[in-house]
């Protein structure tokens, strides 16, 4: 079987070849959207498949593979951020994986399997192990019980404490050539997938993402806006995009930051080059020290994407101030 991905082949091979003593704690580093979360899907099941093939990769067709693809493996748990309830009863994705997940995960992990196999703990996003979870995850990945292989998933492996790094075998994933992406990006049916790739920092799965979600439209009624810092009616467009969900938004906002930063240092731009005009007048124009702040700001607000109560009035501000970088 073939690698999820065409760029994850040389992994794949690699990791397949240690099917039969496989590294009991490894990492899996590398950008957001090329594919390692399901690398480590597709790892995880070829060692849980009981008739696996000759080169290692899972059958896809005996017990353990059917209950690994319902979600059912007994000897297999994934530990990843939930779902939580806030307090005005709306679903937000938790900031952090707990400490009570990681203990069950411990648990897990005394107990015998209920195959004769692998037992398999998936870890994604590894980063987002609060302290408290990542010491008790600790304790097991030092010693790990016989045939236990724990995956971690990281977009940030430096937001690790650094005794977890160190305990885990280490396996970057990069970007791929950008050739190779957008052959499988366009296999796909994506029309464009050069600028897609270039608006997405050469990640193809963020690209996809992009060009299915419709969010391009929503980028470019954005960045029309931005466009023309003087004509932005912050209470009208922050009643407008408040829709626009956290991480969408500061995704956009962010590498536009970095456009008018890149403009105003290198007279270049680097994501959103089908604005390039826009930003090249614009960068001209901004105030150094007020641009570097905001930036500074929403660098910072990517690392909480939490719901705020109040989004219209938040993102009226944030287009306040974004407004003064041209004053
Ligand atoms: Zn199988």
């Known amino acids: 079987m073939s690698a999820p991905y065409p760029w994850l082949e040389t992994a794949w091979r690699r990791l397949l070849a240690t099917r039969a003593r496989p590294a009991q704690a490894l990492l899996l580093a590398g950008p957001h959207g090329v594919g390692k979360g399901a690398l480590a899907q597709a790892w995880a099941q070829a060692l849980l498949c009981e008739a696996p093939r000759p080169d290692g990769s899972a059958c896809g067709g005996c017990p353990a593979c059917h209950w690994f693809e319902t979600g059912a493996h007994p000897d297999f748990r994934r530990v990843s951020l939930q779902e939580k309830t806030g307090k005005e009863g709306e679903t937000r994705m938790a900031t952090a994986i707990e400490v009570d997940q990681a203990r069950e995960a411990v648990d897990f992990v005394q107990l015998s399997t209920y195959r004769a196999g692998f037992r398999v703990v998936l870890v994604d996003p590894a980063d987002s192990l609060n302290v408290a979870a990542a010491n008790a995850l600790l304790k097991v990945l030092e010693e790990p019980p016989l045939n236990t292989v724990f995956v971690l998933v990281s977009d940030q492996p430096r937001r690790l404490l650094p005794t977890i790094r160190s305990r885990c075998t280490r396996v970057d994933i990069g970007l791929p050539p950008l050739d190779l992406a957008a052959q499988w990006l366009a296999g796909q049916g994506v029309d464009d997938a050069a600028t897609l790739l270039a608006l997405s920092?050469?990640?193809?799965?963020?690209?996809?993402?992009?060009?299915?979600?419709?969010?391009?439209?929503?980028?470019?009624?954005?960045?029309?806006?931005?466009?023309?810092?003087?004509?932005?009616?912050?209470?009208?467009?922050?009643?407008?995009?408040?829709?626009?969900?956290?991480?969408?938004?500061?995704?956009?906002?962010?590498?536009?930051?970095?456009?008018l930063l890149a403009v105003r240092l290198r007279g270049s731009v680097q994501f959103n080059r089908d604005f390039s005009e826009a930003l090249l007048r614009l960068g001209d124009k901004a105030d150094l020290a007020k641009l570097l702040a905001l930036a500074r700001a929403q660098a910072n607000e990517g690392r909480v994407l939490a719901h705020p109560l109040n989004r219209a009035l938040q993102l009226e501000a944030w287009l306040v101030r974004y407004r003064h970088v041209f004053d």
């Open 201 to 259: 920092g050469g990640t193809p799965l963020d690209a996809q993402r992009w060009a299915e979600s419709g969010e391009l439209d929503e980028r470019r009624s954005v960045l029309d806006a931005l466009a023309d810092p003087q004509r932005i009616d912050p209470v009208t467009l922050g009643e407008r995009w408040k829709a626009v969900s956290p991480q969408a938004w500061h995704n956009l906002v962010y590498k536009w930051l970095g456009d």
